[in-house]
């Protein structure tokens, strides 16, 4: 299952999160953050239960992608209690992204 962060429900649903989360940054016009959007939905099937995956739109929550630093997108950031402790820029096979989860 994706989660949709938003500024919102951002502490409750990442921050105070009892695993870790893997936060997609996206926007609908990048072509890249399109082809990794099956990739991130696969991987939210598989893990689910250990991590917790975000999808963050930069065009509607753009003080969080700010917080994060995302200048290029799509960026893969994980966090574990509360804390990044992965990050990925640009299109990432599946292997890659999975190799970041702190599993």
Do not use: H
Request: hydrophobic share 40%; net charge negative.
């Amino acid at each position: 299952m994706e989660y949709t962060i938003t500024q919102q429900n951002f502490e409750s649903e990442v921050m105070q999160s009892d695993i870790p989360v893997l936060l997609d940054f996206w926007a609908t016009w990048c072509g890249p953050c399109r082809m990794l959007g099956p990739v991130i939905e696969e991987i939210a099937s598989e893990y689910e239960g250990k991590i917790k995956v975000g999808k963050v739109n930069v065009d509607e929550e753009p003080v969080l992608a700010n917080t994060f630093r995302v200048s290029s997108i799509p960026t893969v950031i994980i966090v574990k209690d509360g804390e990044v402790v992965n990050t990925s820029v640009g299109f990432r096979p599946k292997e890659q992204i999975t190799a970041l989860l702190p599993l």
